[in-house]
């Protein structure tokens, strides 16, 4: 079934990102049938390049993130809001989130993870149709698609801002605490 939203998604041309130099349509990665999964914002140059969403700096933390929970990046499945690199990764623009957000709810509903980690002001306001600052929503437990969601802050803005790790680490321990 995720075969076939790939398939579905192929040389995406549906929204204007395909036409701003992107490599390839970055999809997902990890266990169809993990019971929990990451979504992030979009991809950039090195995902962009390889194809595989969070193998640049900040999925490097984000591996170390999953590895915390005694977990392994084959367990869980990655994911992002938008799956073509936005030039010079710039925020996406509210009409390739529109165009895109289908394909991760396609992802969200055949994968049925029990835990999502929103990663982010922009994975979180996509899934909860939420205006909040990811600093008010994060910590949380949402009721999503029969999922439980918990934003938490994106990796890349872990990197900037080491001293807020504290508070991923809170949530992690919050997302263990729900798989088990
Ligand atoms: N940042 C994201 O949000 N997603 C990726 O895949 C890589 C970096």
């Given at each position: 079934?995720?075969?076939?939203v790939?398939?579905?998604?192929?040389?995406?041309?549906?929204?204007?990102?395909?036409t701003?130099g992107?490599?390839?349509?970055?999809?997902?990665?990890?266990n169809?049938?993990?019971?929990?999964?990451?979504?992030?914002?979009?991809?950039?140059?090195?995902?962009d390049?390889?194809?595989?969403?969070?193998?640049g700096?900040?999925?490097?933390?984000?591996?170390?993130?999953?590895?915390a929970?005694?977990?392994?990046?084959?367990d869980?499945?990655?994911?992002n809001?938008?799956?073509c690199?936005?030039?010079?990764?710039?925020?996406?623009?509210?009409?390739?989130?529109?165009?895109c957000?289908?394909?991760?709810?396609?992802?969200?509903?055949?994968?049925?993870?029990t835990?999502?980690?929103?990663?982010?002001?922009?994975?979180?306001?996509?899934?909860?149709?939420?205006?909040?600052?990811?600093?008010?929503l994060?910590?949380?437990?949402?009721?999503?698609r029969?999922?439980?969601?918990?934003?938490?802050?994106?990796?890349?803005?872990?990197?900037?801002?080491?001293?807020s790790?504290?508070?991923?680490?809170?949530?992690?321990?919050?997302v263990?605490t729900?798989l088990?």
């Amino acid at each position: 079934a995720l075969l076939a939203v790939r398939t579905e998604i192929g040389d995406c041309t549906r929204c204007k990102l395909h036409t701003l130099g992107r490599t390839q349509v970055v999809f997902g990665a990890g266990n169809p049938n993990a019971r929990l999964m990451f979504v992030g914002e979009a991809p950039g140059r090195d995902e962009d390049l390889q194809g595989v969403p969070f193998i640049g700096r900040a999925g490097q933390l984000l591996t170390k993130i999953i590895e915390a929970i005694e977990l392994k990046r084959e367990d869980v499945y990655i994911a992002n809001v938008i799956k073509c690199r936005p030039p010079e990764n710039r925020n996406p623009e509210p009409d390739e989130v529109a165009t895109c957000e289908p394909f991760l709810f396609q992802q969200i509903d055949v994968i049925k993870p029990t835990v999502i980690v929103a990663l982010g002001t922009f994975a979180a306001r996509a899934l909860l149709r939420s205006l909040e600052p990811i600093s008010k929503l994060r910590g949380r437990v949402f009721d999503y698609r029969g999922s439980k969601l918990i934003p938490t802050f994106h990796p890349a803005y872990l990197l900037r801002n080491p001293s807020s790790k504290r508070e991923v680490w809170e949530d992690m321990k919050l997302v263990k605490t729900l798989l088990n």
